[in-house]
């Protein structure tokens, strides 16, 4: 009995730190998005990216180099050896005139020296995406729309500004007298400073798939029950830290009880 009580003893206490890890990470990832858990970077010893870049795209300049933007950051190759020219993490290379664009996370970089040296441009947040037109650049970010000034290339325009919950744009295209979005929420356009859905067809009929996958991180997250199920997950997490380190307590504060009546540790 005393093996089996010493096992039940030991085994819950590791399995108490794993439950307080699962349900408080469980909280963050529910809010992560709130939170903005993937803006925060660490360094942490023996658990750093990974040593082949996630590369999103890739252009020569005009004296012979080669850019690539990077999940790790915009790199710039001279005679087949590569260097970081932006550290922050780089969606889209874009060409226009003599001068480079760079999508970044922290915002929009112009090169004027084939990408040797780069200059914040738009510090709107994260860049999505880039269109070059007749009517300048215009660029797409997690806060709005801009168009940059045909007559002062460090002057942007406002064409829309999102509201606490902006659209995931994917790609901008041209159309006579406005913009169309290619979004994660779908297609809209952009004429005057009003944002239009502009639904697509229906799909062939029949029940749409979803990812295996899918469904369990919804049912993880609570998405799979809707927005105030999120209140039930939170409480569920938040209780089961409160009982695994209050049946901690129950059962070291008797022992530590016991001692100190015994004289065996010193008060």
């Known amino acids: 009995m005393r093996v089996m009580r010493d096992l039940h003893k030991y085994f819950g206490l590791v399995t108490a730190l794993v439950v307080i890890i699962v349900s408080a990470t469980g909280i963050l990832l529910v809010h992560k998005k709130a939170l903005g858990l993937n803006k925060v970077t660490f360094t942490l010893p023996g658990y750093a990216a990974p040593a ?16 690539a933007a990077t999940k790790q950051g915009l790199y710039r190759s001279t005679g087949g050896e590569w260097g970081q020219v932006i550290a922050s993490p780089t969606r889209q290379i874009l060409p226009l005139g003599e001068r480079l664009y760079a999508a970044a996370r922290e915002g929009l970089f112009a090169s004027d020296d084939n990408g040797q040296s780069w200059q914040l441009l738009l510090a709107r947040g994260e860049v999505k ?17 801009y168009r940059q000034s045909l007559g002062n290339k460090d002057e942007w325009q406002t064409l829309l500004a999102f509201d606490k919950k902006p659209l995931d744009v994917r790609k901008l295209l041209p159309a006579p007298g406005s913009l169309l979005l290619a ?9 005057g400073g ?4 502009a639904p697509l067809p229906a799909g062939a009929s029949g029940p749409q798939q979803i990812d295996l996958q899918k469904i369990v991180t919804d049912l993880h997250t609570g998405d799979f029950f809707g927005k105030w199920f999120f209140l039930l997950v939170d409480l569920t997490a938040a209780g089961l830290i409160l009982l695994t380190l209050t049946g901690v307590y129950l059962w070291w504060w008797p022992r530590r009880r016991k001692r100190l009546a015994a004289g065996n540790v010193y008060r």
């Open 52 to 67: 082949t870049p996630d590369v999103w795209d890739i252009v020569p300049a005009a004296d012979g180099s080669t850019l």
């Open 129 to 145: 995406a880039l269109l070059a037109g007749a009517d300048g650049l215009t660029a797409a970010t997690v806060t709005g729309i």
């Open 194 to 197: 009003r944002l239009q859905p």
């Open 183 to 191: 979004t994660k929420e779908g297609v809209f356009s952009l004429a």
